[in-house]
């Protein structure tokens, strides 16, 4: 596979890469590059973590070496749980992302690379240049209640940092919410000795209530387990905010393009000779513009999304019985 090939399949379905000359760079090297993509171990793995999970199954397909990072301290540091529930968690979402077909990836558990002299005093470094300020800043989009933020997680972006570092990545990917936190630490690896990695940032999809809130674990009404059943997903679909011809903040689009798309060649719309007929579309872009131009009803859309979704869910959900 060719570099330039390699670089198509990486740049589907981003936001930005920061910057992509370097990611180029990198894959022309002849180097099998490292990336990682980390995560808090709370609640359950859902549809918004597949979107980072298949852009990771990019990478592998690209060549390169993957590490998942369950950010146990992290998790704590942001109070998203107690060390017990964090450590059972942490159990059930490497057999997850094992059901998502990361198995070939290096799973990591960050309490194991940042319990040592030499990371804490980085992280302290790193701490001592910053100001509060710019660290909070760094939170807005993934601190639990910022507006009356512990200091933990002042200390959360510094260690996210110091965790590229520590992993040896060369490249950072994950959802669009950490872009502050990728940046600050553009600017001040560097102080560590260490070259910034590329930066690449997914999609979030939307929760399935509307405009702003993406899905998230602590809010079961926003988003759709990989462990949820046939009934529960498709009765989460029909309900799901999708107004008719917008395809903006539309998680049942989003779904369908971060979600399906990657993972067949053509999807189907099924409907009766009377209301049109069958439609199928080889690509989101096409299937979007039908939408926006109101031939596509959004039950229709619903019903197709909610099959081909559980056609995916189903190995996975049989994996994680």
Not at 32 to 52: A, D, I, Q, R, W
Not at 287 to 310: G, I, R, S, T
Request: glycine share 6%; with cysteine; aromatic share 8%.
């Amino acid at each position: 596979m060719s570099p330039e090939e390699k670089l198509g399949i990486i740049r589907q379905n981003t936001v930005e890469i920061v910057n992509e000359e370097e990611l180029k760079a990198l894959l022309e090297s002849g180097k099998k590059p490292t990336v990682y993509c980390g995560y808090e171990v709370s609640g359950e793995v859902h549809l918004g973590h597949m979107v980072t999970t298949t852009k990771l199954l990019d990478f592998l397909k690209a060549g390169c070496r993957v590490k998942v990072l369950f950010a146990d301290w992290h998790t704590y540091l942001n109070r998203k749980a107690e060390w017990d529930e964090i450590n059972k968690l942490t159990k059930m979402w490497n057999g997850a992302f094992i059901a998502l077909g990361l198995g070939q990836a290096e799973f990591v558990i960050g309490s194991h690379i940042q319990r040592n002299a030499d990371y804490i005093d980085d992280v302290m470094k790193i701490a001592a240049k910053t100001t509060i300020n710019r660290a909070l800043r760094s939170m807005q989009a993934v601190a639990r209640d910022i507006e009356n933020a512990r200091v933990s997680q002042v200390i959360y972006p510094f260690m996210q940092i110091v965790d590229m570092k520590y992993l040896g990545v060369d490249i950072a990917s994950s959802g669009i919410e950490q872009r502050k936190i990728h940046m600050l630490g553009r600017e001040i690896l560097g102080d560590l000795g260490y070259k910034s990695p590329v930066m690449l940032h997914t999609p979030l999809i939307p929760s399935l209530q509307g405009p702003g809130e993406k899905m998230s674990s602590s809010k079961p009404e926003t988003m759709i387990s990989v462990r949820d059943q046939e009934n529960i997903v498709t009765k989460k679909i029909n309900k799901a905010y999708c107004p008719e011809g917008d395809a903006k903040d539309n998680p049942v689009m989003a779904i369908a393009q971060l979600i399906i798309f990657p993972r067949i060649e053509q999807f189907t719309i099924e409907r009766p000779g009377e209301y049109g007929g069958n439609m199928f579309f080889k690509d989101y872009k096409c299937l979007e513009q039908a939408f926006a131009d109101k031939l596509l009803h959004p039950a229709d859309l619903k019903k197709a999304v909610a099959k081909y979704l559980n056609g995916i869910l189903e190995p996975i959900r049989k994996q994680m019985a």
